[in-house]
């Protein structure tokens, strides 16, 4: 999880959800003092202007960059060469965003459920822009690994250094922990 100076959780997949947006009528921002990410549509009725320094502007991922994305996808992923030509003919169009919209659309269609694959890939893609974005931001955003609670293995991972010993020892301590406590 990542966290804003004031130690406030920064919601991630709002983040990312408002990078991998392609339509240019919404504007996303994030407030540095909530974590949250708020989204204003173009032509809206609200004209107060947002308090200077607590909102920053989401940086979008341009749909020309998701198609090279949705092109190594095709390339690694895709096995049929139908679909996959037909996505990369898509992808030559003038018109990126229409371009991008129609290849998601050819994947939704494919028989081989694709877009699920589609969806991973590209989450993935778009979480390596936020870390990207996130070191461009004039805050201290904190990197906190959030595991599950009591487990020996999150423990071992909140502490940071460990090894592949550490990792067997840790499992052992919880498989006996379970076996005892008869969870």
């Excluded at 169009?93 to 229409?98: F, G, H, N, Q, S």
């Excluded at 129609?102 to 994947?107: K, M």
Aim: hydrophobic share 35%; with cysteine; proline share 3%.
């Amino acid at each position: 999880m990542f966290l804003l100076p004031n130690h406030k959780k920064i919601d991630e997949n709002g983040v990312i959800d408002a990078m991998l947006d392609t339509d240019s009528s919404r504007r996303y921002f994030l407030d540095t003092i909530t974590g949250e990410v708020g989204c204003v549509e173009k032509g809206s009725k609200k004209k107060t202007a947002p308090a200077p320094g607590r909102y920053v502007e989401v940086a979008r991922i341009p749909a020309a960059t998701q198609l090279v994305w949705m092109k190594e996808f095709t390339g690694f992923c895709v096995g049929n060469r139908v679909l996959s030509g037909l996505l990369l003919t898509e992808v030559h169009k003038k018109d990126t965003v229409k371009a991008f919209l129609r290849c998601e659309e050819l994947l939704n269609a494919s028989a081989g459920g694709w877009i699920h694959g589609w969806r991973e890939w590209q989450g993935q893609s778009g979480f390596e822009e936020m870390l990207e974005w996130f070191s461009t931001l004039p805050l201290d955003i904190e990197d906190k690994f959030e595991g599950c609670g009591d487990c020996e293995l999150c423990k071992l991972m909140e502490q940071g250094e460990h090894n592949f010993g550490d990792f067997l020892e840790a499992k052992a301590k919880e498989e006996r922990r379970k076996r005892f406590s008869g969870s």
